[in-house]
């Protein structure tokens, strides 16, 4: 795929790709195309659905679509953005040109630099086929979409086209403060196959600290989701991928959320390693890093691990998390280097599933006590407490 594709047609069918391997724990390798969400991402295909993926070159005066139709505004609401008050100001984008921006990347370059206000891009349904970056001069932002099955930010960089895994994110997050909900983050390169080259494909990297999504979609292959630095939350979020899918040395605590693998599905009698969902980058017993899921899922394709020790300290936490099959039954790897057995820190508390049998786990996967896994069961893993909980006060109705 070409890296500056406009294509509407090109966009939709690989969200429909990345879609047919959602699971839901109850059902298995569910692949189903009555589930909720396939069903709602199969309505986009329908050609009178008002929404089309804006061209690159799409700003707020030069509005130029990727198809034709009538970009008409009636049903948009009312007296909408709604003014700016001294604490939040409103930047609305829709691609039917009802609202000042029809980019996001052109709402997040017209908020001020070093603003102390909750600036909100409130961003309407459909794909926006764009690259977006939020610089450092720009904390306190919101995008705010409105489902992630209905909003989404999409590109198709990879390791290569990019010059670096790093630099082929299709958002790319370095402000503090940044708060997502109701809205997808998607790397629609073409899914590679395992070991291919420079082909890793990021779907969001987040480098600033206190990040947190509610209720947010990422949709890739390898190296999904660059958690990169910081302290950052996520809740009743949809992650899918492959390998290494959640990767970097970010302090995250997950709730309730859907781990989904796409890796390739392993033949009956066969054990061999497809994927692996964590590859956490501690690189020092000092550093206060790690990832924590609580209450999540994890179901889909393949033989995975759960996660594999990128670096010396790797440090990754399941609790109450349901595991289905696709759970490799030693569970973790070492980055195939020894010394690292005695380095990681793996651990697993009161998870359920097929996946969940600690019986052959590796010797240096833990099974944590009461004690041991308290401090990753909640906010306090990520000093939440501190700077959380005003996140939520800022969320636009329309």
Known sequence: MSPH???????????????????????????????????????????????????????TTDHQYGCKYNPLCDDFPPDFPPP?????????????????????????????????????????????FEKVTIPASKPNITFQGQGFDLTAIAWNDTAKSANGTFYSASVSIFATGFVAKNISF?????????GAVDAQAVAIRINGDQAAFWGCGFFGAQDTLHDDRGRHYFKECFIQGSIDFIFGDARS?????????????????????????????????????????????????????LGRAWRPYSRVVFAYTSMSDIIASEGW???NDPSRDQTVFYGEYKCTGEGANLAKRVPYAQKLSDVQVLPYLNTS??????????????????
Not at 186 to 194: L, M
Not at 385 to 398: E, F, G, K, N, T
């Open 253 to 305: 605590l997950y709730e309730n959320c859907r781990l989904i693998s796409i890796a390739d599905p392993v033949p009956s009698g066969q054990r061999s390693i497809t994927g692996s969902v964590t590859a956490h980058a501690r690189v020092s017993e000092n550093d206060n890093t790690g990832y924590s899921f609580v209450n999540c899922s994890i179901g889909g394709t393949g033989w995975i691990w």
């Open 333 to 335: 790897n070492d980055w």
């Open 186 to 194: 998607i790397n629609v390169a073409p899914i590679p196959r395992p």
């Open 381 to 398: 893993f990520i000093d939440g407490d501190q700077w959380l909980q005003p996140y939520c006060d800022a969320l636009i109705s329309a």
């Open 84 to 128: 700016d008050t001294p604490a939040v100001s409103v930047f609305c984008v829709d691609p039917n040109g009802c609202c000042d921006f029809t980019t996001v990347q052109a709402a997040v370059d017209a908020i001020p630099n070093h603003s102390r206000k909750r600036n909100v891009v409130w961003i309407n349904k459909g794909i926006y």
């Open 5 to 59: 594709v406009n294509s509407a047609a090109a966009v939709v069918a690989a969200f429909l790709v990345f879609a047919a391997h959602l699971y839901f724990p109850a059902n298995g390798h569910l692949n189903s195309a009555t589930t909720p969400l396939l069903g709602v991402l199969s309505d986009l295909t329908v050609s009178s659905f008002p929404f089309c993926p804006l061209t690159v070159s799409s700003t």
